[in-house]
């Protein structure tokens, strides 16, 4: 029987485009549920953060799709930190949890509101490259409230590798 540990684990590094096409699923599923008002399907989206928390793409249908399918065909791969999408998945957790929650509690408006900020924040991920969580991440290794080994590129974006088209000559 596999341990534990070989089940769970976030992968140290991931590859961004992958990220982007979880995203725009995101975007698709709670658009879907705001214009149906199917609201339950918060639930759905909950789950589908948790086991990206836990194990990244290895058992969320939509993470297997995006990396196992739809990044490859998008060209080669642009690696960046594990640690950061980690830190936004568990973002995305907390606020799917939170609008489950309200519903079951009777406020479906909290629940409306919740994926609708959601909504907005999956957005700039997915269309814009642009992931809210890695800003804060990269924050709080800033003020010190997260270990900068934890990302050193995100401590210091000198780091950060620049591709560069050869140079022909």
């Not at 590094?13 to 709670?30: D, H, L, P, Q, S």
């Not at 928390?53 to 065909?73: D, F, I, N, Q």
Request: proline share 5%.
């Amino acid at each position: 029987m596999a341990s534990m540990a070989s089940l769970i684990g976030f992968p140290a590094v991931v590859n961004e485009k992958a990220a982007r096409v979880v995203a725009a699923g995101v975007v698709v599923i709670t658009a879907f549920t705001l214009a149906t008002g199917w609201l339950w399907l918060s639930a759905l989206l909950a789950v589908g953060f948790a086991l990206r928390v836990a194990a990244g793409p290895r058992y969320s249908p939509l993470g297997r799709l995006a990396s196992g399918t739809v990044a490859p065909r998008l060209g080669e791969p642009r690696i960046v930190a594990g640690a950061p999408k980690q830190f936004a998945q568990g973002v995305g957790l907390v606020f799917t949890l939170a609008a489950t929650v309200a519903l079951v509690l009777g406020a479906p408006v909290v629940t409306v509101v919740l994926l609708s900020v959601l909504l907005v924040f999956a957005s700039l991920e997915a269309f814009l490259g642009f992931c809210a969580g890695c800003f804060v991440f990269g924050k709080l290794i800033r003020l010190g409230l997260v270990a900068d080994d934890t990302c050193a590129e995100c401590a210091d974006i000198s780091l950060r590798r620049v591709r560069r088209e050869p140079v022909a000559g």
